[in-house]
């Protein structure tokens, strides 16, 4: 299913090689027709705009709202364990799920990250991926309202990653996330616990530091 693919590509950081293949992405997504149809359109309209934009700016403006705020960390069990034993040992059931499904992650690679997730549900049947992503929907749903209070575009990827589940989110368990990293999260001493974990990206004339943490997984 390349939506799910698509939308991996999007919530990552935007390298040049992902700026100039946007075109062939909204093609791909628009041909297969897996989203509904608003949530399609909002998610072109998305594509364009980054499009439009020069690539450090695309790439600062990722750097200011993922790697500088922990309230949106991209690490699914950021927001479901915190900092708990709990999430160390729902990565150690999510990698093997993946190493099950033929999927391995190297050793600095976390199994948490969103976007290594949605390529992992990519490889899925359809009805498999839409069940494994319902158990984390709540924390996409988070995620896309705390996106659009900041009135980020990149509300509208997570929208659309909603609606690809096979169940919506329950609105207590989406307040509850909501609630667990607050604005207290996004402290300069909470991000230095967060960055002594996480690799840490510069925006230059020579791109990024490539490797990007990987991956996620959606059930508490």
Partial sequence: MQTF??????LSYPEPDLLAALPALRAAMDE???LPHPAAVELGGFIDELARLDMLDAQERYVALFDRNRSLSLHIYEHVHGESRERGQAMVRLAEL??????HISARELPDYLP???????????????SLLAD?????????EKLARRGSPYAAVLRAVETLAARPAA???????????????????ALDRQWEDEAVRFVAAG???????????GGA
């Avoid at 993946?98 to 999927?103: A, E, I």
């Avoid at 990519?122 to 839409?130: D, G, N």
């Fill in 207 to 217: 791109g990024p530091d490539g490797a990007a943490d990987a991956a996620a997984c």
């Fill in 136 to 144: 984390a929907v709540h924390v996409m749903a988070a995620l896309r």
């Fill in 32 to 34: 297969e027709a897996l």
């Fill in 171 to 189: 609105a207590h368990m989406v307040a509850e996330t909501v609630a667990a990293l607050g604005a207290d999260a996004d402290t300069l001493a």
């Fill in 98 to 103: 993946y190493r099950l499904h033929g999927l």
């Fill in 5 to 10: 693919r698509i939308l991996s590509a999007l």
């Fill in 116 to 130: 290594l997730f949605l390529e992992f549900l990519s490889i899925l049947p359809e009805r498999a991926a839409r």
